[in-house]
């Protein structure tokens, strides 16, 4: 395992998970991962189906109690304190819905006071508006196109200026145009200090995003470094070198430390 | 905007409640299956019923006007709950409704409650409603203290059923099983109380079916309309629908699962 997963100084670190185990019956889906997230910083989370990913965080959201490790948000601990821990986090999953009969003016009303914000129509119609979904107001969510579905997961997310994002493969499905515009809010997210974790399968993304990225495989993860950082530290690895075409990238080198195997 | 979790505090519970409880009602006022199973359907039972029994005064025997608004308003209920509620939260948890609601800070039990209080305050609502067109039907005048007797069975058959439609939802995860389920539940909670009561089985059916969902909640509202003439029947019946609430819930509580996965 990489030597750069830990971070010196409790309060630079935004998120802690050690020694993290999650069981679904007998099949253990995470198996002992250990990571620190920086306060600003962008961490990807990347690994094929079934890696993890999508598990981890569950555990960091508190949607499943692990079976085994500790998961930490800005000091609070995940198991003991839920719902306090929930109140620093925003999370965009990666399947969920709004109730259908809502429209997106209720749905921002219904979550800033699941935040406790309290907002006035003026307050949500700036913040629709300040994701170009000023036209949308009066419509329902199933109504939306898919880049503006996520723009309002995003602007739901974030409407209590969380001190961490979690984002669960956020550009799944999106158009070009939409998946830049979703990494520009990410950027101002992070000029803004805020520190985000997201799992995606595109290594395009994680190299134009993330600061650091961890590569999880079996519920086990394999490295932590920054994408330059894992690209020169594999460069001259058998497994990368046999999957490169031409210079090594961040994907041979992911395909070669997790295998070219498909998964489902 | 009041940045009340900005530095991460958490959130007062009355803003949670009030925001989820906004946010239920609405739905249910703009879903038209929901207001049509709550409202439409005793209605129609009532007009149906009247067709064919016309006026007979407050007797409360089988086809009376008693028993006949009683057993409208509880298919009222069971239709909200058994075939509206369930399939609500069957639809909301494939879609992942819940588990967007569950990474907020509000506790899981106020996400349930809210959707519970409201289903419980449109059950009122279809109360009231069918007690008037019941008694403009029947020509029949009921007074604050009938209203109030009626407003109480009602919270009461309406927890048992909604009780029932959580336990279903809680024992299965698929929501056109639940929706089978519900279906098959109505039919035969349905003929159970109404067959039954009727004594056309047998005065051992009748019996049975004072003790079915359906049977219990009528013999209540029956009951109460006439408070000189309360029986054991009727005294088995709160028993009855106090005993369904309590499985239904622990079942329904104990075995529900926030995500369809």
Redesign the interface.
């Known amino acids: 395992m990489s030597s750069t997963t830990g971070i010196d100084g409790a309060a630079a670190r935004v998120l802690e998970v050690d020694g993290l185990i999650v069981r679904y019956g007998t099949r253990t889906a995470v198996d002992g991962v250990t990571f620190q997230v920086r306060r600003g910083e962008v961490f990807g989370l990347l690994g094929p189906n079934g890696a993890g990913k999508t598990s981890t965080l569950s555990a960091v959201e508190g949607l499943l109690k692990p079976q085994g490790g500790r998961v930490v948000v800005d000091g609070i601990d995940v198991e003991r304190n839920p719902t306090a821990a929930r109140a620093r986090l925003g999370v965009q999953l990666q399947a969920s819905s709004f109730q259908s009969e809502l429209t997106i003016e209720e749905i921002v009303r219904l979550y800033a006071g699941l935040y406790g914000q309290r907002v006035t129509k003026q307050d949500i119609a700036d913040r629709i508006r300040d994701v170009g979904l000023g036209d949308e107001l009066g419509k329902r969510f199933k109504s939306l196109s898919g880049g503006q579905q996520q723009r309002l997961s995003l602007l739901i997310a974030v409407i209590h200026q969380p001190v961490l994002l979690l984002l669960d493969e956020p550009t799944s499905g999106l158009d070009p145009q939409s998946r830049r515009q979703l990494w520009d809010r990410i950027e101002t997210l992070r000029a803004d200090g805020g520190s985000i974790v997201l799992t995606t399968h595109s290594m395009e993304e994680a190299q134009a995003v993330c600061d650091r990225v961890a590569i999880i495989d079996h519920g086990a993860l394999l490295v932590v470094d920054t994408p330059a950082g894992l690209i020169a530290r594999h460069r001259d690895d058998p497994r990368v070198l046999t999957v490169a075409r031409g210079a090594v990238t961040l994907e041979d080198v992911f395909i070669g430390l997790t295998g070219s195997d498909i998964r489902d | ?6 530095t ?5 519970i009355g ?2 409640r ?3 409880l ?2 239920d009602a ?2 249910l006022l ?2 038209g299956r929901t207001l049509l199973l709550n409202i439409a359907v005793p209605i129609l039972y009532l007009v149906i019923t009247n067709l064919h029994l016309g006026h007979k005064g407050r007797g409360f025997t089988y086809g009376s006007t008693g028993f006949t608004i009683g057993l409208a308003l509880t298919v009222g209920l069971m239709s909200s709950s058994l075939m509206g509620y369930a399939t609500t939260i069957t639809h ?1 948890r494939d ?3 819940f ?9 899981t039990w106020a996400i349930m409650a809210s959707r519970l209080l409201v289903q419980i305050a449109a059950d009122l609502i279809m109360t009231v409603v069918v007690v008037i067109v019941g008694g403009i039907i029947h020509r029949t005048t009921f007074g604050a203290g009938d209203y109030l007797l009626l407003v109480c069975v009602s919270i009461a058959g309406g927890a048992m059923f909604l009780a029932i439609a959580q336990a279903v939802v809680g024992l299965v995860r698929s929501a056109a099983v639940v929706d089978a389920i519900g279906r098959m539940f109505y039919i035969v909670f349905l003929l159970t109380g109404l067959l039954g009561s009727s004594g056309i089985l047998g005065s051992t059916a009748q019996e049975v079916a004072g003790w079915s969902p359906v049977g219990a909640v009528t013999n209540l509202y029956s009951g109460v309309l006439d408070l000189a003439q309360w029986s054991w029947t009727d005294s088995y019946g709160l028993i009855a629908v106090i005993g369904y609430t309590v499985i239904g819930a622990v079942v329904g509580i104990r075995w529900f699962r926030w ?1 369809s996965r």
């Open positions: 905007m009041t940045d009340a979790t900005s991460g505090a958490r959130p007062a803003l949670i009030s925001s989820l906004r946010a609405t739905v703009r879903s909301d879609a992942g409704v588990q967007r609601l569950r990474v907020t800070p509000a506790p995500d």
